[in-house]
């Protein structure tokens, strides 16, 4: 009986038990079911990985283009070397060829390949290297040598625009400028190549790795006309070595919209070899944050608050002595003696100092103090670039009638260039500040879709349109019979105001003989497209004046660039040059010679006549009819 009850016990015991293996056996494969099924492509990935020794591989940085897509920054092949040490042979014959090859020490490469980790990048000297230099590695074939690819920025017009693009590290990052302020857009997503190892580090038999392509960047287009940016940088260039100029500097804008056009910096840097330069002189955009007092070109704003506020007429007249007596305070005139009796519209012409201070007087201090925050002065303008200052202002409290006198006429507040700029378009468009940019959109390069796009952005009205339109026919006349002379171009209608700003030491004195002469000038003056300054800071060998220096400047540049912005000419409209006959060369209209014989053309007495090809009578004429030729050049009429 007891031997019975023994083994039925054991029978349901092992019953029990193989019910439990049963079970668990079915636990088992359930599992391995569920994660066939469900978790399989996440558990082989997890595998992968582990058996992936991982390249990295930078993605190709965006494109930086001009208005008319124009390349002005782009990438270059430049492959990178990458070791995995573990699968290198012959350490010493791989580190003497790459070495060769490489034109770098042994024992540098020699160092990178001893080393115990996953992946090695061959950096600094195997990092961005030719294509050349990378194809002689291939060819070679050394085991454990990975050449990935990799790129370098190229720009195509070398240094042009070097400030403002700013610079890329040698991982392809943003360091200043656009490149740094756009970096999320411009660089893209890293990819990689998956090298498939077993734990030693050698490569698994038949595999083939896997490569992770790099993720699209994006292309940027700015608002810079690359035309008009090459006339910019060659004139200004060659006035900053003629002046031998302690720096220079110019920016051009759309007053109709804030776009920036052009806009330069002198002296520059070589962009690829910026290691050789300070943080500061690559980060010296000086349009942006150079701020000085601007002189005469300030009083464009004097006078758009004086016509704004009905405090003087144009034809009203007023009589400058040399000098205003100002709270017992003599405050000469630039011109000894003085103007004598002119009408209003002539003391901007004459760039007459008394009658700027007689200007602001009228005004008093609260209502120019008004005018000149509405115009933007001393804050930012909230550009889309970096280094931005906001310049130094009077603060209204400290302003006495002297303050007030010199503030009128442009000393005493330090503004920058763009500041001026921005305050001198409100001024002729309309009467709108306008917030500048040079980004005008950025497109995703893998869908050719457009992300980001910048337009006109109106910060507030400053002045009327009437007054604007005042302001526009006064600074015209400038041009064509006063101080900025020349800036007069035959044909286009060119406004402007010049500058003289006498420069302060560090001791807030005024230095001798030191200015920064300037000019801003604008065109058409009856729908402005351009308003362009230039700066030239302490010139040598010349008369420090900015109708002397910058006024001939912005008039070449413009000449250049009027043209390319579609501006036609308008000779009937324009206000014609009053001649001073010791300076100023008198223009001729052209007539129409088309048709005439050389006896009907006949000689003229105020230029030359030549003729090109044979024939009886004239078919072609240079310059076209109603064009004008300054008196002494010459026609050219082409026979057939």
């Known amino acids: 009986m007891g031997d019975f009850i023994d083994t039925h016990i054991i029978n349901k015991r092992l019953s029990v038990l193989y019910l439990i293996i049963n079970l668990a056996f079915m636990a088992l494969l359930l599992k391995m079911g569920y994660m066939y099924f469900f978790n399989g492509n996440k558990i082989s990935k997890k595998a992968l990985d582990l058996w992936s020794r991982d390249i990295p591989i930078v993605s190709k940085r965006g494109n930086i283009y001009d208005q008319e897509g124009k390349l002005i920054a782009g990438s270059i092949l430049t492959p990178t070397v990458s070791a995995i040490n573990k699968q290198i042979t012959d350490k010493v014959y791989t580190a003497r060829v790459l070495s060769d090859i490489l034109e770098c020490s042994y024992e540098s490469i020699y160092k990178h390949l001893t080393k115990i980790n ?43 625009l070097a400030h403002t693009l700013g610079i890329t590290g040698i991982d392809n990052q943003g360091i200043t400028g656009l490149e740094y302020l756009y970096d999320d857009y411009l660089k893209g997503t890293s990819g990689k190549l998956g090298i498939y190892t077993d734990a030693k580090g050698l490569l698994l038999p038949n595999s083939y790795g896997i490569y992770d392509y790099p993720k699209a960047s994006s292309d940027v287009t700015l608002t810079i006309n690359l035309d008009c940016q090459l006339i910019m940088d060659r004139i200004l260039l060659e006035a900053y070595e003629k002046y031998q100029a302690l720096n220079a500097l110019a920016i051009a804008i759309n007053p109709k919209t804030g776009a920036i056009i052009a806009i330069s910096s002198l002296p520059t840097f070589d962009i690829l070899n910026y290691q050789d330069y300070t943080m500061e002189v690559i980060n010296r955009n000086l349009p942006l944050f150079k701020a000085y007092e601007p002189g005469s070109t300030f009083k464009v704003l004097t006078y758009a608050a004086g016509l704004e506020e009905g405090v003087f007429r144009l034809d009203e007249k007023y009589h400058d002595i040399g000098y205003k007596m100002v709270s017992g305070v003599r405050i000469k005139d630039w011109k000894a003696g003085g103007h004598g009796t002119q009408t209003f519209l002539e003391v901007i012409q004459n760039s007459c100092n008394p009658g700027f201070m007689e200007i602001g007087e009228r005004l008093g201090v609260d209502r120019f103090y008004d005018y000149l925050l509405k115009f933007g002065y001393g804050s930012k303008t909230g550009v889309d670039l970096l280094g931005e200052s906001k310049g130094i202002l009077f603060k209204k409290s400290q302003i006495g009638p002297v303050e007030l006198a010199t503030s009128s006429f442009g000393q005493g507040n330090a503004v920058t260039p763009i500041q001026q700029v921005m305050a001198t378009s409100a001024a002729i468009n309309g009467g709108e500040l306008l917030k500048p940019y040079i980004v005008d959109n950025i497109k995703l390069t893998s869908i050719d879709e457009v992300i980001l796009q910048n337009k006109k952005e109106v910060v507030r009205q400053v002045i009327s349109t009437s007054t604007s339109n005042l302001v526009k026919q006064s600074l015209e006349s400038v041009v064509a019979k006063g101080t900025g002379r020349n800036a007069y171009i035959e044909g286009y209608r060119v406004g402007g105001k010049t500058g003289t700003a006498q420069k302060v030491d560090e001791n807030g004195h005024y230095m001798q003989n030191n200015y920064i002469v300037s000019f801003i000038g604008a065109a058409p003056m009856n729908d402005p497209e351009i308003v ?109």
């Open 118 to 160: 996953s992946v090695e990048i061959i950096k600094p000297e195997g990092q961005k290297i030719p294509l050349d230099k990378a194809l002689d590695i291939v060819r070679v074939g050394l085991d454990g040598i990975y050449v990935i690819s990799d790129t370098t920025r190229y720009y195509p017009n070398d240094n042009t």
């Open 532 to 640: 362009l300054y230039v700066a030239i800071d302490n010139p040598k060998n010349t008369v420090q004046y900015g109708g002397v220096v910058s006024a001939p400047i912005v008039k070449m540049m413009l000449e250049e660039m009027l043209p390319i912005l579609n501006v036609k000419k308008q000779y009937e409209s324009q206000i014609e040059k009053e001649l001073r006959w010791f300076i100023d060369s008198k223009y001729y209209q052209v007539p129409n010679y088309v048709g005439l014989t050389k006896k009907e053309v006949g000689v003229s007495q105020n230029y030359k006549i030549i003729y090109q090809g044979e024939g009886s009578k004239v078919i072609s004429q240079s310059p076209a009819y109603k064009e004008h030729i300054k008196e002494g050049d010459t026609i050219i009429l082409y026979l057939g």
